[in-house]
């Protein structure tokens, strides 16, 4: 009498294999499932039988999805079956009956999962080191986080946006003058947003700092500083207004310089022939690198050079004919831009034949 009942495929994970045909070799022959490639648990979960015998599992191995028998098998040769073998039936599982435990490590792969996956109503527990910082980038907008904002003076900022601060600091354009000597000297400042009335330093290039002797406030974008800088030097200024805001000059404006000092005494050079040439007279200032003379030239026919630290009178006077005298005044100047000026004469005199009186 013919079986009643279920298939043999029926019964839980037993898989009706496809049967291999031998070809006079040991293998490797593919295993398959209806012309798929199937890779079997272990070899002791494949029931085989060849020419009506059943194979011991000993007598073959497995690797992947093909099998290696430990003889060669001939093409003479039948498969009866290939069978993998399991436990319980096969039916289609109720709602809710497969647990965790039931599911394979690894088995579900990201293509049995719907691209939409709602946990809205789910906690999510992600592994500290699984997101990166590279992954998030530009993805979190501000109003997803619980602390969007930060606090400045008082007022909420949001990440990403930006304040004015509410502090208005002074600003150091330009001074007059920029060269000073050691002795008490008003400068000039302009700049902006000054509070009457600021505190105003000079600061040495050494760091050494000296208070303005007197600060008159002018307006927001000028005041005038008295100082004594008893140093010669380069020096910072430095404004603070009442507020506590103050700025620092980005350069040292102000310069510290003795004045050109003249050696040569002022007043009279000498009395020289109307009509020879002068011996050459050198008018010596220390420090000074270029001179000037005014009136120029002193005289007709006399000739002043410029030098550094002396300059020269030289040649034969030819605008006078009669006595007189030759008043002029040289400038000197030093490399700051300083200047000292200093009074000089020359006198003039003629023979009578010189003169162009009386044969």
């Not at 709602?95 to 691209?115: F, I, M, P, R, Y």
């Not at 949001?158 to 008003?186: F, H, M, R, Y």
């Not at 030098?307 to 490399?335: E, K, L, M």
């Amino acid at each position: 009498m013919a079986y009643i009942g279920r298939g043999i495929e029926q019964f839980s994970e037993i898989e009706v294999l496809d049967n291999i045909t031998f070809t006079n070799s040991a293998g490797p022959y593919n295993i398959t499932k209806s012309s798929v490639a199937f890779t079997p648990v272990t070899a002791n979960s494949l029931l085989i039988e060849v020419d009506g015998v059943l194979q011991a599992p000993s007598s073959y191995t497995i690797s992947g999805s093909t099998i290696t028998f430990g003889a060669s098998m001939a093409s003479s040769s039948t498969m009866n079956s290939i069978l993998h073998l399991g436990i319980g039936l096969i039916s289609t599982p109720a709602d809710g009956t497969v647990s965790t435990a039931k599911l394979e490590d690894g088995a579900v792969t990201g293509a049995k999962v719907n691209s939409t996956f709602d946990v809205s109503s789910k906690t999510v527990t992600l592994p500290n080191t699984s997101v990166t910082n590279a992954q998030l980038a530009g993805s979190i907008a501000n109003n997803k986080l619980s602390n969007k904002s930060i606090t400045i003076n008082g007022s909420a900022v949001d990440l990403g946006g930006s304040v004015t601060i509410g502090e208005t600091k002074p600003t150091i354009g330009s001074i007059s003058p920029t060269v000073i000597t050691n002795a008490q000297t008003a400068v000039t400042i302009t700049g902006e947003n000054f509070i009457s009335v600021p505190q105003v330093e000079a600061i040495n290039s050494t760091g050494a700092i000296t208070p303005a002797d007197s600060i008159t406030y002018t307006s927001a974008t000028q005041i005038v500083a008295t100082f004594t800088l008893p140093v010669d030097g380069t020096y910072f200024l430095r404004v603070e207004n009442n507020d506590g805001n103050a700025v620092r000059s980005n350069t040292a404006l102000l310069n510290v310089s003795d004045l050109p000092a003249w050696v040569t005494a002022a007043g009279s050079l000498g009395t020289f022939a109307g009509t020879s040439a002068i011996a050459t007279q050198t008018l010596t200032c220390t420090d000074a690198v270029s001179f000037t003379v005014s009136p120029s030239p002193i005289a007709t026919g006399l000739t002043f050079a410029t030098g550094v630290g002396s300059c020269t009178i030289t040649g034969t006077q030819t605008q006078h004919t009669s006595a007189t005298t030759s008043n002029f005044t040289v400038t000197a100047t030093d490399a700051q831009g300083q200047t000292s000026a200093r009074a000089f004469s020359i006198t003039w005199s003629f023979t009578i034949a010189g003169s162009g009186g009386f044969n």
